[in-house]
């Protein structure tokens, strides 16, 4: 069983960065596809930055440029760097986990992902 569990959310001002944690247990990084989502109140989850087993990632458009995903296979720890955060930034932030290849080969939707952290909230301030 794959357990995750999300840190380093807080509240931050506008143009502010944070950097989100997410240690796994029970495997190595190097067999999954890991990704970052992310859910503000009264809207859909949506997918924020992924990496595959291969080391290649996927970012949505909104996020491009500001965010970078990482991860520390050493330590099963996988990492959100967002700089320059707005607003709009504003959710409620889980990772997931899913083996690669995906099923569907569809790297930030959520049905491809079988395990889910509980979130940590990330507040921007304007």
């Known amino acids: 069983q794959v357990q995750l569990v999300e840190s380093g959310g807080g509240s931050v001002q506008a143009g502010g960065s944070l950097t989100l944690s997410c240690a796994a247990s029970s495997y190595t990084y190097s067999s999954y596809c890991m990704c970052w989502f992310r859910q503000a109140p009264g809207k859909e989850r949506e997918g924020v930055a992924s990496?595959?087993?291969?080391?290649?990632?996927s970012y949505a458009d909104s996020v491009k440029g500001r965010f970078t995903i990482s991860q520390d296979n050493a330590k099963n720890t996988l990492y959100l760097q967002m700089n320059s955060l707005k607003p709009e930034d504003t959710a409620m932030y889980y990772c997931?986990?899913?083996?690669?290849?995906?099923?569907?080969?569809?790297?930030?939707?959520?049905?491809?992902?079988?395990?889910w952290g509980q979130g940590t909230q990330v507040t921007v301030s304007s």
């Open positions: 990496i595959d087993s291969d080391g290649s990632t």
């Open positions: 997931a986990a899913a083996p690669d290849p995906l099923n569907g080969g569809t790297y930030l939707a959520p049905l491809e992902y079988n395990y």
